[in-house]
C-alpha cells in the first residue's frame, strides 16, 4: 500500500469521527457520512444501503444519486450487484458495472451513468447490515488501496450502535432486534421455560472503532498480544499432557497467537486509522465470513479457535471480562453457541432454560443439563447473533422450538402450558409419599437415574425409592483431568449420604462411544457404538477400574455397596469384573481399610446377547438392570444419537415387548432381581406397559417419578397385559394405538 493512500484512509477516518462526534440526526448523519467518503475519495457516487428486513436492502442514504431514491429504491438479497455484495459477503470492484453478472438497472436512481462500481459489505461479526457502494463515471478500476480503505470505513459504520436509526421508520438494524423470532432446533431436554436472555459470552462492545493516535493504539496492540502470548502458553503448561484433543486446540492458539500474518494485518488496519479493538474484530469479522463458507470440518474448528482467540485479545484489550456490567437476570436463560459441562455446573440449577447453537443430543453438556432438569434446545441456529442480553424468551424444550422476544399470543398460549404442567407438579407432589401402586395391588418400585451430587436432593423431593443407576461417568466427563482416588472416594460416601440409607447402584465407568473422556487419548473407531466401550475397557485397561472400585469400597466403609457393570455381552466378561472386584476387596482388607457391609454385584443388560445368555449366568449375577437405551439400539440396529433414524422404531414395537417379556421371564424363573433404567423407564405410557409385562421395578429421571405413579395409580396391569397380549395376536406392529385408547378411557 503507498504511504499517499495510508494518509487519506487516516484522514477519512478523522473526518468520520468529528461527524460521528457532532450532535447530529440520524439520518442528517449519514448524509453527511456518505457526501465525506465520496469527496475524500474523489468520486462521483456513495451509497449505503441498509437491511430493511431479513432479505431486503434499502438505498438509506447517497450522494451522487437521486435523493429522491433514498428509501424508496430497495432490493432484494441476491438481487443486483449490491444484493449480491450482501448474499456472498464479497466485495464487487469492476470498471464495467452494466456488463458486471447480476447488474440490475434501476431507471430512478439514474445510476447508468455510472460504469464503475465497488461495493463493500457492511459487517460485524459475520452478521450482513448492509452494503457501502461507490460509483464513478469515469471507467477506472478503484485501487486495491482504496477499496481497503472503504472496507475500514465500512467496519466503522458497522460499529456504530445507533446505525439502525438511520434507516428510519422500520430501522433494519434496530428494528431486527426488537423484532420476535422463532428458531427451531432439537430437544436436548424437555420441558418448558420462560425468562430473560443471559448471554454466555457476551459481546465485546467497541466504542472507539477510530485510532485518535495510531502510534499508541500499535503499542495498545502489540501489548495485548504479548499478554495473550503469556496466557496461551500458561494454558499450555497447565494442560493435561494426556489430552490430545485440548492440546491441539491450545496448539492452534498459539500458532495463531504467534502468527506474523495475523498481527501484521491488524497493524495494518490501524495504520489506515483503526482502533485497536476495531482492528481485531475487522479480523475477526472475516474469519467469521470465512467459517461460513468452509465446510471442511477440521478447518472449521480452527477458524473457531481464531474466533475464541480473538474474543480474548478483545476482552484483553478493553477490560471487559465475562463480566461487562450487566446483570444476570432473575429468571436467567443461557445463550451461547457451545458450553462446556463444567461451566454448566458452575451456574448450575439458576438457570431456567438453555439455548445453543451447537451441541449434540448425547454431549456432556447436554448430559449436565438433563441431570439438572433444564429444559435445553440445540441446533438453535444464529441465536447468539439475534439475542441480545435481557431479551424476553420462550424455551420450549418439547417441541424443541424457541420465541425470542415473543409476541403476546404467543406468551399468553406459553403461560397456559406453563400453567398445566405447574398443576400437573402439584398434583404429583401431592402423591409423593404414596406408593406406586395400581389398581390391581401391584406394587412397582420407582427409582432414579443420577450422576451428579446436585441430583442427590431429588431423591428426597421426587419419593424415589433408590437411586437404581449412578452414572459415575459424568464426574469424570466434567473434569479436564483424570479424578483421583481420594476425589472420588469422598464424592460417593457424599452420595451414600445424601441417599441416607437408601439404595444406590453405582454403575463402573460407562466411557467410549458418545462419552469421551476430554483427557483420554481418543481412538479412531469405525463405530463407536459397537466398539471399545464399558466394561470392555474397564477390563483391557484395568487401573481405571481398579482405582474406581477401590474408591467405591473406600467410601462405602461399613455401608452396603452396590455396584453394576455396563454394557456386559458374555458371562465371562461379568465373571471377570467381579475377580477384579474380588481383588480390590482382598487389597483392601490387607490394607487395613473398613470393608462394605455387603457386597452386591450385578449388570448392566444392553445387548441382546446377554438375554440369550446361559441359564448359569442369569443365577450367578446379582441382579440386571435393562439398559434400555442401548439395548433398543443393538435390538432394531438403529442408532440412538442418529435424528434420521432414532424415532423409527417404537419401544411398543410387539418384537421389542416380546423380547423384553422373555428377558422378564428367564429372571423370575431363576429368581434373578430385574430393573429396567433406561430413559423409556421415565415416559408414562412405556412405564406402564414395562410394569404390565412383569418389570416391577423401574428407574428414571426423578421429574418423570411423579407423572410415572400418576398413571401406575390409575390402571389395571391385568387388564392393560391382556390389551398387549390382544394387540399382539392381531399381529399389530405396536401396541400403542391399542394402549392409547385403553388408557384414555382411564385417565
Ligand atoms: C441405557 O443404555 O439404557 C442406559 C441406561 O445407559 P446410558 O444411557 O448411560 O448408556
Ligand atoms: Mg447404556
Known sequence: MSAQHDTDSRQMLGRLRAVMAEDAAGQARLDQIVRLIADEMQTEVCSIYLF???????????????????????????EGLVGRVARNGKIINTDDAPSAKGFRYMPETGEEAFSTFAGVPIQRLGEMLGVLVVQSKEARLYSEEEVYALEVVAMVLAEMTELGVFVGEGA????????????RGTTGQEGAAQGHVWLHEPRVVVTNPIAEDPQSELERLRTAVDDLRVSVDRMLSNAATGDAEQLEVLEAYRMFANSKGWLRRMEEDIGRGL??????????????ARMGQVTDAYLRGRLHDLDDLSNRLLRILTGQGQETGAEMPADPILVARNIGPGELLDYGRRLKGIVLEEGAVGSHAAIVARALAIPLVIHAERITTEALNGDHILVDGDNAVVHLRPDDTVVTAFRDKMAMQAQAQERYASIRDKPAETLCGRRIALQMNAGLMADLPSLESSGADAVGLFRTELQFLVRNHMPKRAELSELYARVMDAAKGKRVVFR???????????????TDEPNPALGWRAVRVGLDKPGVMRMQLQALIRAAAGRPLTVMFPFVAQREEYAAACAEMDKAIARE?????????TVELGAMLETPSLAFAPDKFFEEVGFLSIGGNDLKQFFFAADRENELVRRRYDTLNVSFLTFLERIVNRCEKTGTPLSFCGEDAGRPVEAACLAAIGLSTLSMRPASIG??????????LDELRGIITDARDRGDQSVRPAVMDYLRGKL
Not at 433494519?172 to 428458531?183: D, E, G, I, P
Not at 407423572?707 to 389395571?716: A, D, F, G, T, Y
Request: with cysteine; hydrophobic share 35%.
Open 707 to 716: 407423572p410415572v405413579k400418576s398413571i401406575l395409580r390409575r390402571i389395571n
Open 508 to 522: 463402573t465407568l460407562d466411557i467410549g462411544s458418545d462419552k469421551v473422556l476430554p483427557y483420554m487419548k481418543p
Open 52 to 78: 430493511r428486513d431479513e432479505d431486503t436492502l434499502e438505498l438509506c442514504a447517497t450522494q451522487g444519486l437521486n435523493p429522491d431514491a433514498v428509501h424508496e429504491t430497495r432490493m432484494k438479497l441476491g
Open 589 to 597: 482388607r490387607i490394607l487395613g481399610h473398613p470393608l462394605p457391609g
Open 275 to 288: 482502533s485497536a479493538e476495531a482492528a481485531v474484530e475487522k479480523e475477526q469479522s472475516t474469519a467469521r
Open 172 to 183: 433494519a438494524m434496530s428494528a431486527r432486534h426488537q423484532q420476535a423470532v422463532l428458531f
